[in-house]
Structure formats: C-alpha cells, structure tokens
C-alpha cells in the first residue's frame, strides 16, 4: 500500500531539511557564502519537524471527528519527548481520547493526566480534559474523583456546550 507523504509531516520536513543539507554542502564547495543559510534552514526545518511532528494535523482531525486519522497521525510521531511542551500536551490529549475510545483505561488516565498538567492553550481544552478524565473516573466507578476532575471544568469554562457536558456527566454520577 502506498501512502502519500503529508506537506507537514515530519517525513517531508526532514527530506526538505536534508535536501538543503546536501545543496548547502555541493554549493558550499564552490560558494562558501552560500552553505550558511542553507545548513540553518536544514537545521530550522529539521528542529520544527522534531518539536512539533503531526500534533496539529492529529488534532484538525480529532476536531472534524476523524479519529482513524488522527490515530494514523499520532502513530506517526516517533519521538514525543523531543515535543515542545505545548505540543506534547495537545499529543497526550489525543493518545488520551484515542486511549478511552479503545477502552484502556489507565493509559488514557496517565496520558489525559500528563495533558491536563502541560501548557494547554485554552481553559475550554483544559476543561474538556478533565471532562475526560472525569468520563474515566466514571467508567472505573470512581465517583469522587470524577466530582473533582467535573469540579475543575466547571471552574474553567463558561462555554455552553460545555456546561451541558458537565451536567450530562454529573447526572450519571447522581
């Protein structure tokens, strides 16, 4: 099966950093000038392809609820701990959702737990994360815990589709 290489993969982002490495380098030896700014663009490119990876891709597709995709994605990032921060908070949040969906549990609780800690860009992501871990709580049978994580996204989001959530959640609990 032939799979067609994302524009923002990782894997076209390193091929275009190790094109510039080797147009830098043979024009290098004949224009020293020239080798400079495109070893720091192989360098540049090479830096944003390992820090960031296919976390953005992976989740425009969890937000259009194409969770094959998104999984296809997140499989694709071979080293989440060279993620920035940012990054591997939003790739936590997706191992998490994509952990729940599969019903394991507990790796869904350590990844929607690591997110919940990391620098999420919005208090209305952060509240759906505990809105997660309080729907694994749940699921556990774990009650007061998942009074707290609902507790957190109700302190953190005035949004209304997400205050319905919360009341669905608290009514199971109840």
Not at 27 to 49: E, K, N, R, S, T
Not at 74 to 92: D, H, V
Request: proline share 4%; hydrophobic share 50%; net charge neutral.
């Amino acid at each position: 099966m032939h799979q067609t290489i994302h524009p923002y993969s990782p894997d076209s982002r390193l091929l275009a950093a190790t094109i510039s490495l080797v147009i830098g380098l043979v024009l290098g030896l004949h224009i020293a000038w020239m080798v400079i700014p495109l070893l720091l663009l192989a360098i540049l490119i090479a830096w944003d392809a390992l820090r960031h990876a296919t976390v953005w891709p992976a989740f425009d597709a969890f937000k259009q609820h194409q969770f094959a995709a998104m999984r296809l994605l997140l499989n694709n990032i071979r080293w989440p701990s060279l993620l920035a921060p940012q990054s591997l908070a939003y790739y936590n949040w997706l191992k998490g959702i994509d952990d729940v969906h599969a019903n394991r549990l507990a790796a869904a609780k350590v990844h929607l737990l690591a997110a919940a800690s990391g620098p999420i860009h919005t208090e209305n992501d952060r509240s759906l994360i505990h809105c997660l871990l309080a729907e694994v709580a749940i699921q556990e049978g774990d009650t007061t815990v998942a009074k707290e994580h609902l507790q957190h996204a109700g302190a953190l989001s005035s949004q209304q589709s997400i205050r319905e959530m919360i009341n669905r959640l608290q009514q199971r609990i109840e």
